[in-house]
C-alpha cells in the first residue's frame, strides 16, 4: 500500500540546493587552492588591527576518505561532531572501521561489520535485520555523511558496505547534534566519493554455503580538470545461510555526483537504491524452562511461505564552502523512501521435552516510510589572547512520516524441531492494526572550543530541540496519540589536555532525550528519558602509526516508565551501566595491522521493584575483539590475518523465565595473495575450530540463535 500524501522528493532536495548554491558561492575568492582529500589547507599568516602576526588557521572540511589507505585506523572522524576531528579532539569512546579493515574481514553488511567491532553487541537475525546495542542501549539511527536516518532492526534497512568508505561509531549519548533518541551513541557511515582520477574494481566472492557475491565499482572525472566527477557501484549478492529455508538476496545501486563550483565551493548529489529478498528466520524456541536446545545448527522453524522484501531509496544533496580565512559552511539534506512487506510463521510455544511445539504462529507488516533530515552548519576558527579557538553554530530539521498495516494470529499445528515440516497451510492475512505516525523535530545547536593554553582545549555545546509527534488510527479516524515538546535543552561539556605530543587526557559529560508513548493516571503522556553520560579517558599514539585508547564511563538513563504500584506508570525508573573500555587500532610495525579492544560493563536499576538487578541481561560482563593482520617480508605478495572474539555469559529474561547462554569464544583467519599488481585474492575463514554456541538468546518461542558454524569465502578482485 502507497499513501498519496508524499511530502518530499528528490527534485525538493536538488532545488534547495541549487538555491543555497549563488549565495555561498559569492564569498568565494578564487584562489589556486583545490580541496584534496583530507580537505585541509592552510592559510596565509596574517595580522590583527594592532599589527600583531598571528596563528596560521587551517581550512577544515569534512572530506577524509580511508579507501586508499592500508591502515585500520583514521586520522580524521566527524561522528559525534559536524567538523572532522582527530579522535584524540573527540572527548568520548570512537572506532574506525576503514575500508581495509572491512575488506579484510570480508564484512558485506553492516550487522556483520559490527560483529567484528569492539564494545558492540549484535543481536542476529537475518543479514540486515540485527539488532545493534552499545553500553546496553540499541542504536535507533544511523547517520549517512552526518545525516541522520531511522534504524528499525525488523525492516531490514541497513546498508551494504560496498558503498561505504569507512564507518565510525561513538559510543555513550550524542544528543548535541542528534536531539532525540537512544543513549546508545552514534554510527555514521562515510559514503564513498568520486574521483579525480579514473579508477575501480570488479569483484566476485562464493562461499562455502552457496552464495555469490558481484561487486562493481568504478569512478571517473567527467571534465578533463576532474572538477566534475562520477562514481557508480552495482552489487548483486545471492545469500545463503547454514539454516535450511533462509535465502537472503540483495541487490545494491549507488551513484555519485560531485562537482567544484569554484576553487573552495563543492556540491555531492548521491543516489542508492537497496532491495532485499529473502525467506527469513525467526530463531529457535527452547524448553519451557528456558533451557537451549540442541539441536543441529541448520535447523528452521519457519514455513514455505516465510518472504521479506524491501526497497530502500536515498537521496543525499551536499553542498560546502570552504573560507579562505579558515573554516566552512555546510548545507545537506537526506530524503529516504523505504517500503517493507514481510510474512512469516514461526514456533508459537516453547519445545516440550521431546521437541515438541503445540502451535506455530505468523505476522505479516506492510510498512511505508519517507524521511527527511536538513542541516546548515558553519564552523569558523578565530584568534583571541594568541590562541586558536572554534566556534560552531547551526540548525537542523527531521520529519518522519509512516504507516504500518499489521496482522498476527496462530495456527493450529503442531511441530517438532527434531523434524521440523515447513509445508504449513499459509493463514489468510488480515490487517488488524492500521497506524499512520507523523514525528518532526527542530533544532538549534551551537559548540565552543576555547584553548586558554597551548596543550588544554575547554568544549562547551548546547541543543535546544522541538519535538512533535501523533499517531492516527487509519481503520477509525481517531488520534491515537499526540505530544509536543518544546525547547528541550540538551549540553554538552568536555575538555581535552595534551600531555604529550602523542597523548591526550579527557574528560566529558554528554546528554540525550528520548520521548515516551506512554501516560500516566491522568492520561498525560510521560516525560521523556533522559539518558546522562560521564567519561574520562586518555587516547594516544605508539610506535608511529597504532592509536591506543582507555576510557571509564557511567551511564544513566532516568525518568523511564515503571508502575506506581497501583497500575499507573510513572516517569520514575533509573537503569546505569558502567564500565572500562580499552582499544587499540593500527600499525604496530611495518607490515603489522591490529584491531582491537576489551569491554568490561555492568548494569542495573537503581529503584523499583527490579532495584538491584541486571538491566542489560544480554550484555557480557566480559567482550574481548582482537584482529591482527601481517604482510610476510619473505613473501610479499602474501598476507596472512587472524583474530578472536570472546564473550563472557549472557541471559535474556522472557516472561520470568531466564534463558542462559554460555560464553564462546571464536577464532577468525584469512590469507591474501596479490596475483597481478591489479589482481588479488583473499580467502577468509570463519569459525575456524567450529565452536557451537548461541550467538542470542530471546524469548521461550523465538529469537536463539547460534552462531555461525565453520565456514569459507573466496574473493577475486581486479583493480584499475
Known amino acids: 500500500m502507497r499513501r498519496d500524501n ?8 536538488v532545488l534547495a540546493i541549487m538555491l543555497a548554491t549563488p549565495a555561498w558561492a559569492d564569498d568565494t575568492s578564487q584562489t589556486d587552492k583545490a580541496k584534496d582529500n583530507t580537505a585541509e589547507a592552510q592559510a596565509d599568516p596574517h595580522t590583527d588591527p594592532q599589527g600583531v602576526v598571528l596563528p596560521t588557521v587551517r581550512v577544515t572540511g569534512s572530506g577524509y576518505e580511508t579507501e586508499d589507505s592500508t ?4 586520522s580524521q572522524i566527524s561522528v559525534g561532531e559536524k567538523d572532522a576531528r582527530t579522535p584524540r ?10 575500508r581495509q579493515y572491512l575488506d579484510d574481514r570480508d564484512v558485506s553488511s553492516l550487522d556483520t561489520a559490527l560483529r567484528k567491532t569492539p564494545g558492540v553487541v549484535v543481536l542476529s537475525n537475518d543479514n540486515g535485520r540485527s539488532s545493534l546495542y552499545s553500553r546496553g542501549f540499541e542504536f535507533d539511527s544511523l547517520y549517512f555523511n552526518g545525516l541522520p536516518a531511522p534504524l528499525s532492526s525488523i525492516y531490514g534497512t541497513q546498508p551494504d558496505m560496498a558503498i561505504v568508505d569507512h564507518v565510525e561509531i561513538l559510543r555513550g549519548p550524542s544528543g548535541l547534534f542528534a536531539g532525540a533518541g537512544e543513549p546508545a551513541g552514534a554510527i555514521n557511515m562515510r559514503l564513498k566519493q568520486p574521483t579525480k582520477e579514473l579508477g575501480g574494481s570488479v569483484a566476485v566472492t562464493g562461499d562455502s554455503w552457496g552464495g555469490v557475491r558481484v561487486e562493481g565499482d568504478v569512478s571517473t572525472p567527467l571534465t578533463p580538470d576532474g572538477k566534475l566527477r562520477g562514481r557508480a ?45 529473502m525467506k527469513p528466520f525467526n530463531g529457535l524456541p527452547t524448553l519451557a524452562n528456558g533451557t537451549l536446545l540442541d539441536v543441529d545448527r541448520s535447523t528452521t522453524t519457519g514455513t514455505d511461505w516465510n518472504d521479506f522484501s524491501n526497497q530502500v531509496v536515498d537521496y543525499i544533496g551536499e553542498i560546502e564552502h570552504r573560507f579562505d580565512s579558515g573554516g ?8 529516504s523512501d523505504r517500503d517493507v512487506d514481510f510474512l512469516y510463521g514461526y514456533a508459537g510455544t516453547a519445545a516440550n521435552s521431546s521437541g515438541t511445539v503445540t502451535s506455530m504462529a505468523w505476522l505479516a507488516r506492510d510498512y511505508e516510510e519517507d524521511s527527511l533530515a536538513v542541516d546548515a552548519h558553519v564552523s569558523r576558527p578565530f584568534v583571541l589572547f594568541g590562541q586558536e579557538h572554534n566556534v560552531l553554530v547551526g540548525a537542523d530539521y527531521q520529519k518522519v512520516d509512516s504507516t504500518l498495516l499489521q496482522g498476527r494470529g496462530s495456527i493450529a499445528t503442531r511441530n517438532n524441531v527434531y523434524a521440523w515440516n515447513t509445508d504449513i497451510s499459509m493463514p489468510r492475512v488480515t490487517y488488524s492494526t492500521q497506524t499512520e505516525t507523523d514525528s518532526e523535530q527542530y533544532g538549534l545547536y551551537g559548540q565552543l572550543r576555547v584553548k586558554p593554553v597551548d596543550d588544554l582545549t575547554l568544549i562547551g555545546g548546547a541543543r535546544g530541540t522541538w519535538y512533535n509527534d501523533k499517531a492516527v488510527n487509519m481503520l477509525t479516524g481517531v488520534q491515537t496519540s499526540s505530544q509536543v515538546i518544546g525547547g528541550k535543552l540538551t549540553p554538552y561539556y568536555g575538555a581535552v589536555y595534551d600531555v604529550l605530543p602523542e597523548a591526550s587526557v579527557y574528560a566529558s559529560y554528554t546528554e540525550i532525550f528520548q520521548p515516551q508513548d506512554v501516560t500516566d493516571a491522568t492520561g498525560k503522556i510521560l516525560d521523556p528519558r533522559t539518558g546522562g553520560q560521564y567519561e574520562i579517558g586518555v587516547k594516544g599514539t605508539v610506535l608511529d602509526g597504532l592509536d591506543v ?15 506506581d504500584g497501583n497500575g499507573n506508570n510513572v516517569a520514575s525508573e533509573e537503569v546505569r551501566m558502567r564500565g572500562l573500555e580499552l582499544q587499540a587500532a593500527g600499525t604496530v610495525a611495518p607490515g603489522w595491522e591490529v584491531m582491537a579492544g576489551y569491554t568490561l560493563s555492568r548494569s542495573e536499576y537503581l529503584n523499583g521493584t527490579s532495584n538491584g538487578s541486571t538491566f542489560s541481561t544480554y550484555t557480557p560482563r566480559h567482550m574481548v575483539q582482537a584482529w591482527v593482520k601481517h604482510h610476510l617480508e619473505a613473501v610479499p605478495k602474501l598476507t596472512v590475518g587472524g583474530g578472536v572474539k570472546a564473550f563472557s555469559d549472557f541471559r535474556s529474561i522472557s516472561n520470568g523465565t531466564s534463558i542462559d547462554a554460555d560464553g564462546y569464544a571464536v577464532v577468525d ?10 589482481i588479488s585474492t583473499t580467502l577468509t575463514v570463519n569459525n575456524l575450530f567450529d565452536a557451537t554456541y548461541y550467538e542470542r538468546v530471546g524469548g521461550t518461542s523465538v529469537f536463539n540463535f547460534y552462531g555461525e558454524p565453520l565456514s569459507a569465502a573466496l574473493r577475486l578482485e581486479a583493480k584499475f
Open 6 to 13: 508524499r511530502l518530499w522528493g528528490p527534485s525538493a532536495l
Open 71 to 74: 591502515s585500520y585506523t583514521s
Open 89 to 98: 579532539e573527540v572527548p568520548q569512546t570512537t572506532t574506525v572501521l576503514t
Open 233 to 277: 557501484v552495482m552489487v548483486r549478492d545471492d545469500g545463503q545461510t547454514w539454516i535450511d529455508n533462509n535465502d537472503n538476496n540483495t541487490t545494491v545501486g549507488y551513484l555519485s555526483l560531485q562537482g567544484d563550483l569554484t576553487d573552495l565551493t563543492t556540491v555531492t548529489l548521491s543516489y542508492s537504491n537497496l532491495q532485499r529478498d
Open 328 to 335: 566552512y559552511a555546510k548545507l545537506s539534506a537526506r530524503y
Open 549 to 563: 585508547a582507555a576510557a571509564l564511563f557511567e551511564l544513566t538513563d532516568k525518568n523511564r516508565s515503571m508502575s
Open 669 to 678: 583467519a584469512m590469507v591474501g595473495y596479490q596475483l597481478t599488481d591489479s
